[in-house]
C-alpha cells in the first residue's frame, strides 16, 4: 500500500520541521515548495505570484462547497490557472505515492488517495519562540509582531480550506492525527510518531 501523509499545520507550530524529519525516517518524498516550484514550470507564472495566490487569501468570498475551481468564474484567470493546477500537480505526487506534503490543502484535494492527515498545532508563546529561532538573517520583528504575523498566516490558511471544503481547518474530528507541539523539540517526537504513522497504515491494508 502506497503512505500518502498530509500535514496542514498553524505557522510556527513545526509542522514543516516535522514533515521533513518524518520524510527521512520514514524514507517518503517530501513535497512542500517543491509543489510551487513545479506549478511555476506549468504555468509561467513567478513562484512569489503564485504563493500569493494559494496562501495568502486571494480568494473570493462567496462559492458553492464541492465545485472543482475551474467552476469558479468569480476568480481572476490566473487565479483559477494556478488553483486548478495545484490540483492536478497533487494528484500526479499521490499518484507516484509514499511521499509526505505539507500544506496546499492536500488533505482536501487527495481525499479519495487513503491518506492519512496530521494536523501540527501549538501555543502561541511556542509558536513565536520557534518563529524566531526559524526566523532568516535580517528579520528582527518583535514579538507582538510575529504575533499579528501568525494570526494573519493562520487566517489565510483558513480561508484556502475553507474555498475548498465545507470541513472546518484544526478541527480534530477532520483529521487522523492532531499533534500539539507546545514546549516540544520536534526531532524529540519523530521516533514514537513514525511508528504511529506506520502503525496506522498496517491497519488499513
Keep these: 500500500m502506497n503512505k500518502i501523509v498530509t500535514i496542514s499545520r498553524e505557522f ?13 525516517k520514514l524514507n517518503l ?9 513545479e506549478i511555476s514550470k506549468e504555468t509561467g507564472l513567478s513562484e512569489e505570484y503564485i504563493i500569493n495566490i494559494s496562501e495568502k487569501g486571494i480568494y473570493p468570498i462567496a462559492f458553492n462547497f464541492g465545485r472543482s475551481f475551474a467552476s469558479f468564474g468569480n476568480l481572476q484567470s490566473n487565479q483559477t490557472e494556478i488553483l486548478v ?22 488533505d482536501i484535494t487527495l481525499k479519495d488517495y487513503n491518506t492519512m492527515n496530521i494536523f501540527v498545532y501549538s501555543d502561541m508563546k511556542s509558536k ?29 490558511r483558513k480561508d484556502f480550506h475553507n474555498l475548498i471544503s465545507n470541513l472546518e481547518w ?6 487522523n492525527l492532531c499533534i500539539n507541539t507546545s ?23
Excluded: H, M
Design 29 to 37: 518524498t517530501y513535497y512542500d515548495k517543491e509543489i510551487i516550484t
Design 85 to 106: 493546477k495545484q490540483q492536478e500537480v497533487l494528484k500526479k505526487i499521490a499518484e507516484k505515492g509514499n511521499c509526505i506534503i505539507v500544506g496546499r490543502g492536500a
Design 12 to 24: 510556527g507550530s513545526g509542522g514543516r520541521e516535522i514533515g521533513k524529519r518524518l520524510s527521512d
Design 170 to 175: 484544526g478541527n480534530k474530528n477532520n483529521y
Design 183 to 205: 514546549g516540544l523539540e520536534i526531532k524529540d517526537i519523530i521516533p514514537s510518531l513514525a511508528e504511529y504513522i506506520e502503525t496506522w497504515f498496517r491497519r488499513k491494508k
Design 128 to 156: 513565536i519562540n520557534r518563529c524566531k529561532t526559524k526566523a532568516v538573517e535580517g528579520e528582527n520583528l518583535s514579538e507582538k509582531e510575529l504575533e499579528k504575523k501568525i494570526i494573519q498566516v493562520d487566517k489565510n
